[in-house]
């Protein structure tokens, strides 16, 4: 058997227990008996994700759930390879991953960013039920409460356990957040709210859905929201930006016959 490298009690995250880098963080949770996965990142890695949980002697046959956390190409594309490695798994997501997916939607998924000349492979994958805030998700003795964390994506999920988040694509170790884009239905000012929800809770340790887990720091937090909140009135941002002050300063300027100094 090869050995569980844990990073907390019953969590184990697939780049770390293979020491080196696959993709996006793929979160196993739970037992033999009884586990589930968050995420499973590109299709080019899932047959090795699924063989080395298989030399863990998890029984493939036990695996409940596997969790999209949103419906970006680089977290799901491996989901129908997945599907038909793990059997009894139930694959669940938020309502509109079910949607984006189930219309293959290739520009709000990024698997089609054509100004950058990305083109990326999106099977038909089916979620098999939808999952909201509060609904819980049990593997054995450990519970999953879910949490709509919309931002980055609307259909952005986070799961509460115990003193952990998976907290997907809200916040990462370096501060940085998840890509803010209009085209992929971003949205600043619900970005800044799941922020201040993970900020005000009693989570201790968020573990991402890229890069290392961290512990949470109110003040780590309390950056990016400042930084979020000025882009909502900064032109840079453009179609994510709520307005932009200096337009009105400039028409108060215009109407006073106010000329440049
Ligand atoms: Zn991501």
Same mark, same amino acid.
């Given at each position: 058997m090869?050995?569980?490298r844990?990073?907390?009690p ?8 293979a020491?080196?880098?696959l ?13 589930l ?7 080019d ?10 030399q ?7 695996c409940?759930y596997l969790?999209a956390?949103?419906?970006?190409v680089?977290? %799901? &594309? ?6 038909? $490695?793990?059997?009894?798994?139930? *694959?669940v997501?938020h +309502?509109?991953? @079910? ?5 293959g939607?290739?520009?709000r998924?990024?698997a ?10 999106l ?10 805030d509060g609904?819980v998700?049990?593997v ?17 999920l ?6 952990l988040?998976?907290s997907?694509?809200?916040?990462y170790?370096d ?6 884009d209009?085209?992929?239905?971003s949205?600043i000012?619900?970005?800044?709210d799941?922020?201040?929800r %993970? &900020?005000a809770?009693d989570?201790e340790?968020? $573990?991402p859905?890229h890069g290392? *887990?961290?512990?949470? +720091?109110?003040? @780590? ?8 909140d000025?882009?909502?009135?900064m032109?840079?941002f ?11 300063e ?5 109407i ?6």
């Amino acid at each position: 058997m090869l050995p569980r490298r844990e990073l907390f009690p019953n969590v184990i995250e697939m780049n770390y227990q293979a020491r080196r880098r696959l993709g996006c963080c793929v979160y196993l949770v739970g037992d033999t008996k009884e586990w589930l996965l968050v995420d499973i990142g590109y299709a080019d890695t899932t047959d090795e994700i699924i063989e080395l949980i298989r030399q863990m002697d998890f029984p493939l046959a036990n695996c409940k759930y596997l969790i999209a956390t949103h419906a970006d190409v680089d977290h %799901i &594309q491996g989901f129908k390879r997945a599907k038909e $490695l793990l059997p009894n798994a139930e *694959s669940v997501g938020h +309502e509109e991953c @079910l949607t984006l997916l189930a219309a293959g939607d290739r520009v709000r998924t990024y698997a089609e960013v054509s100004a950058q000349g990305i083109s990326i492979d999106l099977p038909a994958i089916k979620i098999d039920r939808a999952i909201a805030d509060g609904d819980v998700l049990t593997v054995g003795d450990f519970t999953l409460e879910t949490w709509h964390t919309p931002g980055h994506t609307h259909s952005q999920l986070a799961f509460r356990m115990g003193n952990l988040l998976f907290s997907g694509d809200n916040i990462y170790r370096d501060g940085c957040v998840g890509h803010i884009d209009a085209h992929h239905g971003s949205d600043i000012p619900a970005f800044i709210d799941s922020l201040k929800r %993970i &900020q005000a809770s009693d989570i201790e340790w968020l $573990l991402p859905s890229h890069g290392p *887990s961290f512990r949470k +720091e109110k003040g @780590l937090l309390q950056k990016a929201i400042d930084r979020l909140d000025r882009y909502q009135h900064m032109a840079d941002f453009g179609t994510c930006a709520i307005d932009w002050p200096l337009l009105d300063e400039w028409e108060a300027e215009i109407i006073k016959g106010t000329l440049p100094k």
